[in-house]
């Protein structure tokens, strides 16, 4: 193994991904990821990548996705280096062996514990919506448990993708992660290698591909998929303060985001309230102009935009509506009238459009969100604790917010993921250790 770390470790480009693989397995075989010290080093190089790079990344950021300085900083270089903060303050704790209780009729003598094992090889698939964030948030977890890499972004964002490859070159021993740029063919050609684990962050259609794969070795997966998350806006809600909020959460990222609020379900009079709210919060935050706002971020490509625009249809335009094909541009959006049957409603939105979706009440929201496949989020605003109660012991999702959406994925202390047809499995702050972990079981009789 080199040991070289710099800019002359390059990813060997003439290798296959039989011996990118090989060379990395070498290396978790020689068993020098498995001490803690190796493993702070090299989130501590992860840090360093991001904060001594931030004005190139934000630049590449803002090439891919229209993103503005402030938001790319806090969302996709801030609260990666806060997760790499709290791995380096915390793992030597999350890696403390946990002693069991041992059944009496096994002696007073015998013990037993658990204890963090890491996989070995794993591979980290990345999509182009939060292109850095996605990419470097799981390689901490997988470097924290000790496992070695191979990062595989999404070619979408091309620019990001190409800035962060290079730098995850520079910064990282190739013998301990290995960049592996390209679309469908690269991966699909890592894919036939047995890794120890699979993280992948993108669709379910790509995520089944990505499980059947893995199902040839048992390689455990990740799935970090998306969906349709609902809102619903229940009659006692503020209307004001709940468009203001859902705006915000909505719009963000021109709403190419996987926990973005999709539909909003709320009874005719409620919606009837909402929408003229959520007239005025998209006017007070964006302007009257969109498309020259500052933080209104601009839609990935031409495929995304057009697939976007046919959704147009599905409802009446309450608010906004505009697009501009040559500028990426989809201004922010509402649409009521939205009959359940229609396009906007059969598809993850994933992108700046709102469904309000009229229902009589709790009881038929409850019925509408288990109808359908379970998302990774759901949402509500509402005062009443009964209603809360209700939403979550009556329905299923990867995670709940009430009264703020998206806040539940920048709580680290919670885990993150879906359920169903929302993903597989969970990560942040001590759940990234377990994702890319084996908990072992130690049992000790001593002999005399
Ligand atoms: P994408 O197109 O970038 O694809 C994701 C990854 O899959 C890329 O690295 C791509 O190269 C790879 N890929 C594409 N086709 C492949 C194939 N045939 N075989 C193997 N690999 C292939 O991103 P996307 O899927 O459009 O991302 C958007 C989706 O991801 C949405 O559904 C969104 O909700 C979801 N998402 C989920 C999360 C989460 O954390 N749960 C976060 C972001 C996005």
Redo the contacts with the bound molecule.
């Keep these: 193994m080199t040991t070289t770390q710099g800019t002359e470790s390059r990813t060997h480009w003439s290798e296959t991904a039989a011996e990118v693989v090989g060379r990395l397995r070498a290396t978790f075989n020689s068993g020098v990821t498995r001490p803690l010290d190796w493993r702070v080093s090299q989130l501590q190089r992860l840090r360093s990548l991001l904060v001594e790079n931030e004005q190139e990344l934000i630049e590449a950021l803002w090439a891919d996705l229209r993103k503005n300085a402030a938001e790319a900083k806090v969302q996709e270089i801030d609260f990666t280096v806060a997760d790499i903060d709290e791995a380096l303050a915390d793992l030597e704790s999350w890696l403390e062996p946990r002693p069991v209780e041992v059944p009496a009729h096994f002696g007073p003598t015998t013990t037993a514990y658990t204890t963090y094992d890491p996989l070995g090889v794993v591979l980290v698939?990345?999509?182009?919506?939060?292109p850095l964030h996605?990419l470097i948030d799981p390689i901490i977890g997988a470097l924290a448990a000790g496992n070695t890499v191979v990062a595989?972004?999404?070619?979408?964002?091309v620019h990001t993708s190409a800035v962060a490859s290079r730098l995850l070159r520079e910064y990282f021993d190739a013998d301990v992660l290995t960049v592996v740029e390209?679309?469908?063919e690269e991966?699909?050609a890592l894919?036939a290698q047995r890794f120890d684990h699979i993280f992948?962050?993108?669709?379910?259609a790509?995520g089944r591909?990505?499980m059947a794969a893995a199902a040839k070795n048992l390689t455990p997966v990740t799935l970090?998929?998306?969906?349709k998350s609902p809102v619903f806006v229940a009659p006692d809600a503020d209307v004001e303060e709940t468009a203001k909020r859902l705006v915000g959460a909505k719009f963000g990222n021109a709403g190419q985001?996987?926990?973005a609020p999709d539909y909003v379900l709320a009874d005719p009079a409620t919606a009837a309230a909402l929408v003229p709210a959520l007239r005025a919060a998209v006017d007070a935050q964006f302007g009257f102009t969109p498309q020259t706002a500052a933080d209104f971020g601009r839609i990935i490509n031409e495929r995304h935009f057009d697939r976007l625009t046919a959704l147009l249809d599905s409802g009446r335009v309450a608010v906004g509506g505009q697009h501009d094909r040559d500028d990426l541009f989809i201004a922010p959006t509402v649409l009521t009238d939205v009959d359940p049957a229609s396009s906007v409603m059969q598809e993850?939105i994933?992108g700046p459009i709102l469904a309000v979706v009229e229902v009589a009440d709790l009881d038929a929201a409850i019925v509408f969100i288990n109808e359908r496949e379970k998302p990774?989020a759901l949402y509500a605003f509402t005062e009443s604790e009964a209603t809360k109660s209700r939403l979550v012991k009556e329905t299923s999702s990867?995670g709940v917010a009430w009264g703020q959406p998206v806040i539940q994925l920048l709580m680290t202390g919670l885990p993150?993921?879906?359920v169903g047809e929302?993903?597989l499995g969970r990560y942040h702050g001590r759940y990234s250790l377990e994702a890319f972990s084996h908990l072992k079981a130690v049992a000790d009789v001593p002999l005399n």
Excluded: D
């Design positions: 698939i990345a999509p182009w919506n939060f996605l595989k972004p999404s070619e979408m964002s390209g679309g469908a991966t699909t894919l992948y962050t993108g669709n379910g790509v591909v990505v970090e998929l998306g969906g985001q996987c926990v993850e994933f990774l990867g993150f993921g879906g929302s993903g």
